[in-house]
């Protein structure tokens, strides 16, 4: 059912005010056709997931479809690989725990993100040394100019750094359905992100098994990153820069504690969460919004934020990071 001038504060971790011109949720492929048949064809479509990666900075005059596609089913086994199929609507981290809970290793260290499995290839959501292209297999996705089912592997998705052919060349193009991850019964722990190491340490465990893993990262998480819940929020707002190495060469001159991932000969990452901290920016309130005090990446909603005032503030900081450093940010946030 298609209702009219929603408001969708709730429907998003940030919690800013913005209404929809047209609002209904599918839970079904047949329901999204439907759905769709009746959008004027003028009419901007945006499909919704947990909402944890978006800022609106308007009123959307579209239609808005959440997705709701539920589905859990192992479709396979090999040896010891397991082929775990998730419906798009899924809770990311319920899935993560469900597999976890099956004994099935390569989710990890993505416990605790927020957001939906169908948004996960969208920015080939990462953290902790892994990212979803390490153990993506393949997914399903509904072709908007055609209303056809399209396949794409995990070479076809082209993921890079929060990268994938979806934010790219078939922007707007296709509305993930379901997703199919490459699991394994013998596990390959990824404890190499230090605090990883330090926090199974401080919780005891000597041999850790994947479980042990997840809890340390929902510990290393919940100690640094702001709970939606309570703060609104949507994670980094910015990438991590990937800089030429001469830049970096220049800049490490001058600071020598910044900390850096070199990516290959010629380019190296640095965290934008040191860079705006160096810049001054960590913890700062302007307004209602403002740099979280514990971690610089991430911006803050302190209640009544609009999300052109947050907007300004990213737009402040990209300029004083690009005046300090010579660095762009770039946004990592879906803007509307
Ligand atoms: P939404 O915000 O609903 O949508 C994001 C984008 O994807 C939108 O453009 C939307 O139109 C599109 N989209 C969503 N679903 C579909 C679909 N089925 N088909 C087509 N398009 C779709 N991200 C990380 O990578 N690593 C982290 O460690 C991390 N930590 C976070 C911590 C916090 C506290 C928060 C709030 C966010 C964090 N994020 C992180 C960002 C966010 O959780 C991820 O980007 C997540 O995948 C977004 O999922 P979602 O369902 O909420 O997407
Ligand atoms: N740092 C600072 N000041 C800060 C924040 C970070 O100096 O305020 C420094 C840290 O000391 C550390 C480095 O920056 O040396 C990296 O910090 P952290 O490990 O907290 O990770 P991040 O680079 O800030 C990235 C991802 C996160 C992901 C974590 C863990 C991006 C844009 N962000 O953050 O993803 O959870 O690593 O792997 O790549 C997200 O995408 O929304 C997100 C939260």
Redesign the pocket.
Known sequence: MITTDVQIKHYTTFGISAKVKQFATFSSVEELRQLLAKKPVEMPLMILGGGSNVLFTQDFDGLMLKNELLGFEITEKIGDDVFVKAGAGENWHSFVIRTINLNLGGLENLSLIPGSVGASPMQNI???GREIKDVFHSLEAYHLPTGEVHTFTNQQCEFGY?ESVFKRKFKNQYVILNVTYKLSKKHQLNTS?GAINEQLEAMGVENPTIKDVSNAVIAIRSS??PNPKELGNA??F???PVIDKKLYDNLVSEYPDM?NYPVNAETVKV????L??KSGW?GKVVGNCGVHKN???VLINYGNASGKEVFELSENIIQAIQTKFGIVLER?VNIV
Do not use: M
Not at 271 to 274: H, I, L, N, S
């Open positions: 990462g953290a902790y929060r992100y640094k990153l994670g980094s910015f990438k991590n900390p965290p934008a969460g040191w705006i901290e960590k971690q610089a990446l990592e």
